[in-house]
């Protein structure tokens, strides 16, 4: 039989074990009466447009992307060289309505082809207009002349600037390439240029 005492004892320790049960819930319950609140943003992005366009005559512009490109219109007697001779072409470069950035354009390759490629150099200035591209022009220098074919050493960078309003084209800038034919230029053949020209978004 359990004494009386044992029994007041053992009561007091269930009521303790009862209280501190009571005091853990009590705690319990007011970590997870915390509040809350959170806060999102979100950022939409879209690329913006980028196109240069290339024209023989200044007026009908269209892309280029791949060799061989556009084909030149070249001066009289491109096709009757003579040691001495020079012939000019023009090409028109802008950016279209669509690009959100001007440009930074540089001559990214050249290439002569044929068996008279060995004996022609060019230049490429940048000009006035498509008239003012004549044999002998001169403007600000892009690359120099008597430059070899397949070579852009000292070629010079120039700018594109972009739609003033969203709606026009970008300003033209008028370049000429003028091709002269050295000494040993060899009767009969014949030789191709093609150069690339590399616009980058500022």
């Not at 005492?5 to 049960?21: H, N, Q």
């Not at 003579?82 to 001007?102: E, I, N, Q, R």
Request: include cysteine; glycine fraction near 12%.
């Amino acid at each position: 039989m359990m004494s009386a005492l044992t029994a007041a004892v053992r009561s007091r320790k269930i009521r303790a074990i009862l209280a501190g049960g009571m005091v853990v819930g009590v705690g319990a319950a007011v970590t997870l009466a915390a509040w809350n609140d959170s806060e999102f943003a979100t950022g939409t992005f879209t690329a913006g447009s980028f196109d240069m366009v290339g024209s023989t005559d200044g007026t009908t512009f269209s892309s280029h992307t791949t060799s061989p490109g556009a084909t030149l219109p070249f001066s009289l007697n491109y096709n009757n060289l003579s040691p001495g001779s020079v012939v000019a072409a023009p090409f028109v470069l802008h950016l279209t309505p669509a690009s959100s950035t001007s440009a930074t354009v540089v001559v990214n390759g050249a290439t002569g082809a044929g068996l008279n490629a060995a004996n022609l150099t060019y230049g490429i200035t940048s000009v006035a207009s498509v008239a003012a591209c004549v044999p002998g022009a001169t403007g600000t220098v892009i690359v120099p002349p008597l430059t070899p074919m397949s070579s852009i050493t000292g070629a010079n960078s120039f700018q594109l600037a972009k739609s003033t309003n969203g709606t026009l084209d970008g300003a033209n800038t008028f370049l000429c390439i003028q091709v002269t034919a050295g000494t040993g230029l060899t009767q009969g053949d014949g030789a191709t240029g093609t150069w690339e020209f590399r616009a980058t978004s500022n």
